[in-house]
């Protein structure tokens, strides 16, 4: 199977997939339902009594998220967002969590998003479904043979 093919089969698992997925290199994690998305800067805490804000842009197709002058984020979205219903909040710990209202999508399952950015890179939890989905398939094609 090409790339491509393991790339789409391992979308097509995170449709109904509602894990928390880290982001390798990126210092995020991301999880969903079918009405919103959280993400959660957990690479960048925020230090207690910080007078650097978070600048937080959410645009319907957009979000750009800036952390003591430093762009932690700047990607389109996987699908729109409604930016009016959707907030960020600095959590206890200094984690900035961002949460976004999706825009439901017909058929019903389009509302998974199988990346939370369009050009994030494949998460931690999606790089071990391709080599799943191959042991299975093998096992699959074992057991239809005579």
Not at 95 to 121: F, T
């Amino acid at each position: 199977r090409s790339r491509l093919d393991q790339r789409d089969a391992a979308a097509d698992r995170l449709l109904n997939d509602c894990a928390m997925h880290r982001v390798e290199g990126a210092g995020y994690s991301w999880r969903q339902t079918m009405e919103d998305i959280e993400i959660h800067f957990v690479g960048h805490p925020l230090r207690p009594g910080e007078l650097r804000r978070p600048t937080v842009h959410i645009g319907p197709n957009h979000l750009k998220v800036a952390l003591a002058q430093s762009v932690v984020f700047d990607d389109d979205l996987w699908a729109s967002v409604r930016p009016d219903e959707s907030t960020w909040t600095v959590e206890g710990d200094g984690v900035l969590r961002v949460e976004l209202q999706k825009v439901p999508l017909h058929p019903l399952e389009r509302n998974m998003w199988p990346r939370c950015g369009r050009s994030d890179a494949i998460t931690s939890a999606q790089q071990d479904l391709p080599q799943q989905a191959a042991r299975s398939e093998a096992a699959d094609v074992g057991e239809a043979m005579p």
